[in-house]
């Protein structure tokens, strides 16, 4: 078997990062071999560093247990030990953009769960199965950092997973206008109840900056790459209410949706079960088999049933009927930590390499 690519993940102590560890631990393509995150955690291993704050369920994998944490802005340094980085830290957006790109002028590929470089014209934003053809738009960003192997890549926010794969099934019956309201986990702040026990039997009608990307994210996925840069769509116009509940994991989303050209209900649901993308016909290790998981019992899909579908990799949707307001009205559920971050990233980092664009140094 051809050898592992190394991954470095950049802010593995944090939530995210953690998920990363624990999804790449046993992966048949990548190997974690280097960990970094601030001077805080610099010097310890990855068990020090996250004692007391390890979130997942199940130990820390045995692989990263004795990695000594490195300090994330040693960039050559760290660039060094490793093919690729997976990043999720905790910066402000100028220092996180500022950091990305020095580790692509490194020649590492950076594969981003921070929402930083998501409108830098020249850097693909990617849901795998519906734009794999925007990490085309690499070329001219590797031109302007001038470098002929490094790069940044992004997955967009986890609200929109819910909803926008749904939709793109339908795309060619035009949907013209949508309304989402989504139902965020806390896990989507970083928390769990442990430490944030106010959302305990309470609901919050507020995530800063949820509704803007939730409405303006699907539309740059949706987009195309011309002259060296992404341009975004110019419809569906969205509109969203983006809201906290008090669950652990997986964003819900209720929906209605107008079309140009209204398809029949057993359209919609053929086309759901029907829809393939590009990692189903790679193969790629973290693709679901089923993508779009159409559910007939009209109590779902449930968070807590169907959050973990196909390893969290997976969409659902159910409670698909006509509205008297707009064409049609569902429900969709995505994995916020898994499909919605981590798992996103890691199924860009398959299709990037299965593409030719990440390779061992
Ligand atoms: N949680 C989610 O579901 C989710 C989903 C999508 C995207 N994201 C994004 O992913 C990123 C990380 O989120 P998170 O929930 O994992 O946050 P988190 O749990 O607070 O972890 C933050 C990470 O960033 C590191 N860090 C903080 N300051 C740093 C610095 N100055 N230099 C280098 N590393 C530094 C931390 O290292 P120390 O441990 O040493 O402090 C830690 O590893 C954020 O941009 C967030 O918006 C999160």
Redesign the pocket.
């Known amino acids: 078997m051809a050898e592992k690519l190394k991954a470095g993940i950049v ?7 953690q998920r990363f560890v624990q999804l790449l631990d046993q992966h048949p393509w990548f190997e974690v071999t280097a960990i970094a ?2 001077k ?2 610099a010097g310890k291993t990855y068990e020090e ?1 996250v004692q007391g704050r390890w979130k997942m369920a199940g130990s820390i994998p045995e692989q990263v247990r004795n990695i000594v944490v490195q300090d ?2 040693q960039v050559e340094e760290f660039a060094s030990q490793v093919d690729f980085i997976f990043c ?4 402000s957006k100028d220092q996180i953009k500022a950091l990305e790109e020095a580790y692509a002028k490194t020649g590492t590929p950076v594969i981003s ?3 930083a470089h998501r409108w830098t014209p020249d850097v693909p934003m990617v849901i795998p199965e519906i734009n794999p053809d925007h990490i085309g738009v690499i070329e001219a960003q590797r031109k302007r950092l001038g470098t002929k192997t490094g790069f940044i890549a992004v997955k967009p926010n ?1 609200s929109i997973q819910s909803y926008v794969p749904a939709l793109h099934a339908l795309l060619d019956f035009k949907p013209e206008k949508v309304v989402a309201s989504t139902y965020q986990a806390i ?4 928390k769990n109840f442990t430490d944030w026990p106010e959302m305990l039997d309470n609901v919050i009608p507020y995530i800063g900056g949820e509704e803007e990307k939730s409405e303006q994210e699907p539309l740059r996925i949706w987009g195309s790459l011309q002259n060296g840069e992404i341009v975004k769509a110019s419809s569906p116009l969205i509109t969203t209410q983006c809201i906290r509940v008090p669950v652990t994991d997986g964003h819900l989303a209720t929906v209605f949706v107008s079309f140009e050209n209204k398809p029949s209900k057993e359209e919609i649901i053929e086309r759901w079960r029907q829809y393939k993308g590009r990692p189903q016909e790679l193969g790629l290790p973290s693709a679901p088999q089923q993508f779009i998981t159409y559910f007939e019992e009209e109590n779902r899909p449930q968070t807590k049933l169907d959050r973990d579908i196909e390893r969290g990799m997976g969409v659902s949707v159910g409670r698909l009927r006509e509205d008297s307001i707009y064409d049609y009205k569902f429900v969709g559920l995505s994995h ?2 898994l499909r ?2 981590a798992g996103g990233a890691v199924l860009i980092a398959e299709l990037l390499k299965a593409e030719g664009y990440i390779q061992p140094k």
């Open positions: 802010g593995g102590t944090g939530m995210v990062g995150a601030s805080n955690s560093s994330a802005s999720a830290v905790d910066m769960n921070n929402s986890c896990s989507g702040a970083g916020n930590t919605g971050a």
